[in-house]
């Protein structure tokens, strides 16, 4: 065991944005230390997402990142022999990364030609309400409400 816990450490918020979601988010797109390329398809994506809704990206980009994330997930708890599935509420760092997590993964899963193309959409989708992230995280929902007979376990 560890005699310390380690610290958070903090993410400094990206260049153009000037937001650590955003940050966030690009370093979740990141692969094998790539991140210009991570930032230039992120960047991508917000442009699109600009083009097609002349709306402010950021503000789609936050709504998409709040309509994804759960407020509720389940998690196993041992007594006495028996595992239970046990809902409980989601810290807000929590929310955040598995939101981003979701819908960086439903968007690498869609049809779309550019990984920044698929980004657009997949926020754009999540925003509405719509899309992988936003099954993802009704599921997660429902898996909670069927479990809540257990929640007197929680911790």
Avoid: C
């Avoid at 816990?5 to 153009?16: C, L, N, Q, S, Y």
């Avoid at 981003?100 to 980004?119: C, D, N, P, Q, V």
């Avoid at 925003?127 to 007197?152: C, L, T, V, W, Y």
């Amino acid at each position: 065991m560890r005699k310390k816990r380690a610290e958070k450490r903090r993410v400094t918020p990206d260049p153009r944005f000037n937001d650590v979601i955003v940050a966030k988010f690009v370093n979740n797109v990141m692969e094998r230390g790539a991140k210009a390329t991570a930032r230039s398809i992120v960047y991508g994506a917000m442009d699109q997402i600009a083009a097609k809704t002349q709306q402010d990206p950021i503000d789609v980009f936050r709504k998409a990142i709040e309509n994804a994330a759960p407020a509720v997930e389940i998690r196993p708890r041992r007594v006495g022999g028996a595992t239970y599935q046990v809902p409980m509420e989601v810290r807000e760092e929590r929310r955040v990364a598995l939101a981003i997590r979701w819908i960086k993964k439903f968007a690498s899963e869609r049809r779309e030609r550019t990984m920044a193309s698929k980004l657009a959409a997949e926020l754009l989708a999540a925003a509405n309400g719509e899309g992988g992230a936003i099954k993802r995280r009704d599921e997660m929902h429902r898996m909670a409400d069927a479990n809540r007979a257990f929640a007197h376990f929680r911790w």
